[in-house]
């Protein structure tokens, strides 16, 4: 049964840091991995989506890798702004269609 | 213009009470989801219909009942509700290529409390 853990738990960072989330799964065999935002009582925005065949995928200021053999993926923010506070989750395709969620990272950015 | 939608947003009831949620989705997706974030804000699939057709069933108590009229709906009853339903739900979609689902779009969520 596919497992996924995201750590830290919480982050806080000041404005204009770099920084990466971690996420990590227990069963390689993925179809895809995908990086979720999710604002306080809001929905969840798809932010990337990583096919198991691919090392990673940019959209603007995020870059997201997947190692399968290491069962990791991380999120890479640049130049993180207060706009990116949210709470991010990452899933994991580990049979057809269906997702296994993080319990995802709080992020703070401190302007 | 929204891509998928979901209604009620807030949904409060009585216990031992029947409700239904409704979703619908524009995207022209062919595979839908139904997902519980419970207060610990953890969010786990709970149902999933390709083409009307019912593929995934997770050990959810069989008070819930997901219906699927079409492929763009996907509406979940819940009977003789419990105080321990009372979570967010949110619905999702996605297009399938092979048995493989591609990224997935969820809607704003419905937030039901059972007191």
């Known amino acids: 049964k596919q497992e996924v853990t995201q750590i830290p738990a919480a982050l806080s960072v000041p404005e204009g840091e770099n920084l990466v989330l971690n996420c990590s799964f227990t069963d390689s065999a993925i179809y895809n991995l995908q990086w979720f935002r999710q604002d306080?009582?809001?929905?969840?925005?798809?932010?990337?989506?990583?096919?198991?065949?691919?090392?990673?995928q940019t959209s603007g200021r995020l870059n997201a890798s997947l190692d399968k053999s290491s069962g990791r993926s991380t999120l890479y923010i640049a130049a993180s702004q207060p706009g990116d506070s949210a709470t991010y989750l990452c899933a994991a395709s580990g049979s057809a269609r269906q997702l296994t969620f993080?319990?995802?990272t709080q992020l703070t950015v401190l302007p | 213009d929204t891509a998928v939608s979901q209604t009620p947003k807030y949904l409060v009831t009585q216990m031992g009470n029947d409700k239904s949620i409704k979703c619908e989705q524009n995207l022209g997706h062919d595979t839908m989801y139904w997902y519980k974030q419970d207060s610990k804000k953890f969010l786990k699939i709970m149902f999933s219909y390709n083409n009307k057709e019912l593929?995934?069933?997770?050990?959810?108590p069989n008070r819930f009942s997901p219906k699927s009229p079409d492929k763009a709906h996907l509406n979940l009853h819940i009977n003789s509700l419990e105080l321990g339903d009372s979570a967010v739900y949110f619905c999702a979609s996605s297009q399938e290529r092979g048995v493989v689902a591609l990224e997935q779009f969820f809607g704003p969520g419905t937030r039901l409390t059972v007191l």
Request: glycine share 16%; net charge neutral; proline share 4%.
């Open chain 1, 40 to 56: 306080p009582g809001k929905g969840l925005t798809s932010l990337l989506l990583i096919q198991s065949s691919q090392r990673e």
């Open chain 1, 102 to 104: 993080g319990s995802g």
């Open chain 2, 55 to 60: 593929i995934i069933n997770e050990t959810v």
